[in-house]
Structure formats: C-alpha cells, structure tokens
C-alpha cells in the first residue's frame, strides 16, 4: 500500500476544520443582512437608524473576539495533552467571563446609548430609531459573547461542524421571527430588534447546554475557577490591543476616504465591504490553525505544529491567489453590479485591483495571525498588531494632508498588511512561540 504523504494528512485536517469554520463564519453577516433587508422596507429613516446602531453594535462587539480566539488556544491545547477536565473547566471559565462581560456592556451600552447615538451624528429624525434599535440589541449583549466563547470551546474541541448548525438555526429563527414581529405584529424596527435579541439567547441556551454536557462527561466543574478566569482575563487584555488596533486602522481609513470626496469614500466603502467578505474565506483557515496549533503543542509535538502551520500557510496564500483572480475577472461586472454612479465606478474600478493584489498577502497574514493565537502567543501578537497601526498611521496622515486619491490611500492599507506579515513572519521564523505542554509557559 502507498504511504500517505504528510501534506494530504495536513490537508484533510485543515479542511476538515476550515470548511465548516467559513460558513459559520459566513452565517454571522445574514444577521444584519436580514435586518437591512426588512427594515429597509420600513422607510429610510428607519434604516439609517439600523446603519448607526448596526456600526456601534459591530465595534461592540467585534472587540470582544478574543473570548473565542482566547478560548480556542487555550481549550486546544488542554484537548492535544489529553486533559479533558481542564479544558471543559477552561471553556466554563471562557463562558463566565463572556458572561459578566456582556452584562457590563449591556449596562454600560444602555446608559451611554443616548450619546452615543448623537456622537455618531445621527440626525434629530434618525435618533430616535437607532436608539431604539441599540438599546434593544443591547439586552443581547451576555448572549452574544457567551456564544463567542461557547464557539470558542467548541473549536478548541476540534468541532466546527457544531458552530455551523447552530449559527445557521439562530439564523433562520432570525429571520422568521423578525417578518412576524416586524410584518405580523407592526413593531417596526423595535420588532426587528428583538426577533435577533430573540435568536441571539436561543444560540446562547444551545452553547451552554453543550458545556453543560462535556462537563458532566469529564467530571469538571461548572464553577468559576478563579486561576482559569484571570488567565482568560490575561489573554483577552491581549486580544483587545490587537483587535483595537485593526480596528482604529480600518476605521481610520473610512474616515480619511469621506473626507477626500463623496465618490471615493462610495467607492471606498463598495471595496472595503468586498475584502471584509473575502476575509471570511481566509479566515476559515485561520481558524484552523488555532485549532490545529494549540492542540499540537498541547501534546508536546513541535515539529508536528511547524509542519502543519506551514501547509497552513501554503493553503492561505493559495487560497489568496484564487480570490484575487476572480476580483481580477470580475472586476467590470463587480463595478456595474455594486453602483450606477459612473463617477464612484472610475474610482472603483482601480481599488478593485488594489483589493486583488491585497487577497494572497491578507492569506498569508490571516494564517500567521490563527498560527500565533493558536500558540497563546498573544503578548507578541499585540505588540506586533501595534507596531503594524503606527507604521500605518502617519502614511495615512500623510495621504489626507496632500489631498491624493483614494488608490494612496489603499496603498497605506498595504504598507499596514506588509508590516503585520514583518512583525508576525519574523516571530513564525523562529522558535519562540513553539512552546509545547497543557499551559504554554
């Protein structure tokens, strides 16, 4: 019988993973899509109302990731040294913080949701229906960071398929839910709100019932460990610095396009929305990695995690290769399709190719990102994440100063992805991030 070569090992796991980790992670956008899509049949001003409480909502929550990415490393890696117990009580411990987190938020978020609403400079006809909106997508907040770190635990398990199902039923909860309350019962925009609040708890309930079950299986506790919450803690603080600095240089970059014309920041924000939906695709394998990683080192097998991690990031900058070709033939219709504005499709049009040329780079970067969170190395992450935002910032400056075109402005968002892939490359090259056993110290 032939031997199997190592790469089709590492492929079939990697796919295993990566496939069903792209369609739950593509299901998370369908949330807001089908908001836009009922409310927008409400009116405009409803809709613009769901556009400001939707961009408060996705920062939000977009900062708190790291209940997911944390838990995974952390949970892979109990999982690869053959400790069941202490990785269901690392996934509680994730599920406890996502807890008290999301009620801080909710609070907060409900006290603030006033002021926030005006800072975003919603005008006096479109406040009153974001803050609706916020206010009520709020009370979601403890679900939807419990489900953050619930997918977390699972993937740290090795399951995504899991994630899948239930991102796909909360889905179409949603989007039932949302036709009877909007269209059935005539709550407007609120009815929207709670059909998703609604889908949101019912994810929730299905994660913690999960939990629930491996940890009367491994003889775990459901309690809190103290030890394991600030360990948990410790990582996010971490996570936080490098989600908040990805996140200031994206918006940083919205920002400078509105301010250099009405056709580029439409332009701007037609292609930004097109590599974000890309970045799904290369995030999957990503995903895979912090799985593969934290259970490989987990069970003390270095060369195991180089070998894997290095096909891994074969697959991503193949998988860049192939998106950004297609960007490339598409490029006419992409325009056509997302505008009628002849002026915004001349400003399209080039960005298109700057998103191309971006897609194998951004593989490279979104794998080396999963390799190291999978690591638990997320102390380096940070300060790499933000040495990438200050090399970032003053090209930016320095673009809205002289007034140049929206093709400059990209091109500060590739010397912002060529310094991540320096800053992370460089550490991936070495052998510091290889630390193996159940806790990465």
């Known amino acids: 019988m032939r031997q199997q070569r190592p790469s089709a090992a590492h492929d079939r796991e990697i796919l295993r993973l990566a496939i069903p980790a792209f369609g739950a992670l593509a299901a998370e956008p369908l949330y807001v899509l089908a908001d836009t899509a009922i409310v927008g049949h409400l009116g405009t001003l409803p809709l613009a ?59 907060v978020g409900l ?29 979601g907040a403890p679900f939807v960071l419990v489900a953050l770190a619930g997918t977390g635990y699972l993937r740290g398990l090795q399951d995504t398929r899991t994630p899948l199902v239930i991102a796909l039923a909360a889905n179409a909860a949603n989007l039932v839910l949302e036709l009877v309350l909007v269209y059935g019962i005539h709550l407007g925009i609120a009815g929207s709100a709670w059909g998703t609040v609604i889908a949101q708890i019912a994810a929730a309930v299905a994660y913690l019932a999960i939990v629930r079950r491996n940890v009367r299986a491994s003889g775990a506790s459901a309690r809190p460990v103290v030890a394991h919450l600030r360990a948990a803690g410790a990582v996010g603080a971490y996570l936080i610095v490098r989600t908040g600095s990805l996140l200031l240089a994206f918006t940083a970059a919205t920002s400078i396009a509105s301010r250099i014309g009405d056709a580029q920041v439409a332009a701007h924000q037609i292609a930004f929305q097109l590599w974000l939906l890309l970045a799904l695709c290369l995030d999957a394998i990503a995903i895979a990695g912090q799985a593969i ?20 990031l074969q697959w991503g900058v193949m998988a860049g290769l192939v998106l950004g070709l ?25 960005v298109l190719v700057a998103v191309a040329l971006m897609q194998p780079l951004g593989g490279a970067v ?47 968002l590739f010397v912002f992805m060529f310094a991540r892939l320096y800053g992370m490359g460089r550490r991936y090259r070495g052998n510091e991030w290889l630390v193996t056993g159940a806790t990465g110290t």
Do not use: Q
Request: charged share 10%; hydrophobic share 55%; proline share 3%.
């Open 49 to 107: 109302g769901l556009g400001v409480a939707g961009a408060v909502l996705s920062v939000a929550f977009g900062i708190f990731n790291f209940l997911a990415y944390g838990t995974t490393s952390t949970v892979a890696r109990r999982v690869g040294a053959g400790d069941p117990k202490s990785a269901a009580e690392h996934g509680v411990a994730g599920v406890w913080l996502a807890l008290g987190l999301g009620v801080a938020l909710a609070v």
């Open 111 to 139: 006290t603030l949701s006033g002021p926030i609403v005006s800072a975003m400079g919603a005008s006096a006809r479109v406040a009153p229906y974001a803050r609706t909106y916020l206010r009520i997508s709020l009370l």
């Open 293 to 312: 990683v934290g259970r490989a080192l987990g069970a003390g097998n270095a060369d195991l995690t180089r070998a894997s991690s290095r096909r891994m």
């Open 326 to 350: 297609l960007v490339l033939a598409g490029d006419p219709l992409l325009a056509l399709v997302f505008t009628r504005d002849t002026a915004v499709r001349a400003e399209l049009r080039p």
């Open 366 to 412: 979104f794998v080396l990102d999963g390799i190291l969170i999978g690591a638990g190395d997320v102390r380096y992450l940070a300060l790499a994440m933000a040495g990438a935002t200050l090399c970032f910032v003053p090209c930016a400056l320095l673009v809205l100063a002289t007034g140049a075109g929206l093709i400059a402005l990209w091109s500060t």
